[in-house]
């Protein structure tokens, strides 16, 4: 069974930084999509970014386009989400997810079918 595991995740001032990184396992982690998502207090998931398999093709939530960025190391069976200019409301639990099979890239939690259990990242304004 395939597990991803997230960390990275803390306390940061508005306008900061932190990088979160996903540790999956699985021996051909890059035929995947994978994608970071986020849960705020109260309120429903939401999608952060995708990756696609080999290509490396990436799609971006509106809200986060140009702050961060999302890449990964199929060599390390890694993903990851630097962010910048970090938003109080951005404090959120951010889960990992891995694609189903056949998913190429995309925004959608119900592609995604192998989740962490997430890293808390709080800001503080």
């Known amino acids: 069974q395939v597990q991803m595991v997230e960390s990275g995740g803390g306390l940061v001032q508005a306008g900061g930084s932190l990088r979160l990184s996903c540790a999956a396992s699985?021996?051909?982690?890059?035929?995947?999509?994978m994608a970071w998502f986020r849960q705020a207090p109260g309120k429903e998931r939401e999608f952060v970014a995708a990756?696609?398999?080999?290509?490396?093709?990436?799609v971006y939530a509106d809200s986060v386009k140009g702050r961060f960025t999302i890449s990964r190391d199929n060599a390390e069976n890694m993903v990851y989400l630097q962010m910048n200019s970090l938003k109080p409301e951005e404090t959120a639990v951010y889960y990992c997810?891995?694609?189903?099979?056949?998913?190429?890239?995309?925004?959608?939690?119900?592609?995604?079918?192998?989740w962490g259990r997430g890293t808390q990242v709080t800001v503080s304004s």
């Open positions: 997810a891995r694609g189903k099979p056949l998913t190429s890239i995309s925004t959608l939690e119900g592609d995604f079918g192998s």
């Open positions: 699985g021996r051909t982690f890059s035929s995947y999509a």
């Open positions: 990756i696609s398999g080999i290509a490396g093709r990436t």
